[in-house]
């Protein structure tokens, strides 16, 4: 992770209702990523992860010249790091504010394609939920709503290596509303998910389902791996 030293990273505070500029060089230090609204889990060092990355984890990996695609980029810091290996990386991050940095914090990754759009499945009340509620990260409504197959789409996409997504317990009806063509087209799915119960139940076809459990302050929190056998 030597991409997040010696750089000032821009981060929308829903509680000063701001942004900010903050350096990463401490992090390993942090008592706690709640410490302000930008220390999110994406700054985590999982010294069960070859990379040190969260979303990273044994054969759920981003290898060189893949194509990847962050829903849920929040302030781009795993875009960034996601950029320093793939060929491409599409970041798609719903919250008007924290787009608005995670396009200043990767202005210098060529490689990195940007969309401010709320990511959907095909449960028209899971969508009508997300966009009265916005989400956690702000209180303004993003009307631009798109599937992952829609996305795929528009930046002509015919396969995604690396599939990342977080997006505030709105996973499940994305992934459950893939179809088997486009499911085919990922090899690798690395999620955070907040519900333990449809954990244990979310199985995709074709895919080897990984699972790692973490302690946040007392509070278990769960990260799911998809990976397509070899």
Known sequence: MEHI????????SKSTNSYAYKDFDHVKGLSSFWESDFFY????????????CCYEMWDCLIEPGSVVVDLGANFGL??????QT?????AIEGSPEHYSCLVENNSDRENVYFCN?????????????????G??????????????EEIMDIYEIEKIDFLKIDIEGFEYDVLESLSPSVLSKIDKISCEAHDPERNKKLFLPGKIKHTYF?????SIQEFLYFVTPK
């Open 86 to 90: 793939a060929k491409t990386v599409i």
């Open 117 to 133: 759009s709320i990511v959907k499945g095909r449960t028209p009340e899971v969508t009508k939920d997300l966009i009265s509620s």
């Open 135 to 148: 989400n956690v990260w702000t209180d303004r409504k993003n009307p631009l709503e798109l599937t992952l």
């Open 5 to 12: 030293e010696g750089k000032k990273w821009k981060y929308w």
């Open 78 to 83: 795993f875009t960034h790091g996601a950029s």
């Open 214 to 218: 973490y302690n946040e302050g007392g």
């Open 41 to 52: 889990k994406e700054i985590y060092y999982f010294n069960d992860s070859p990379n040190n």
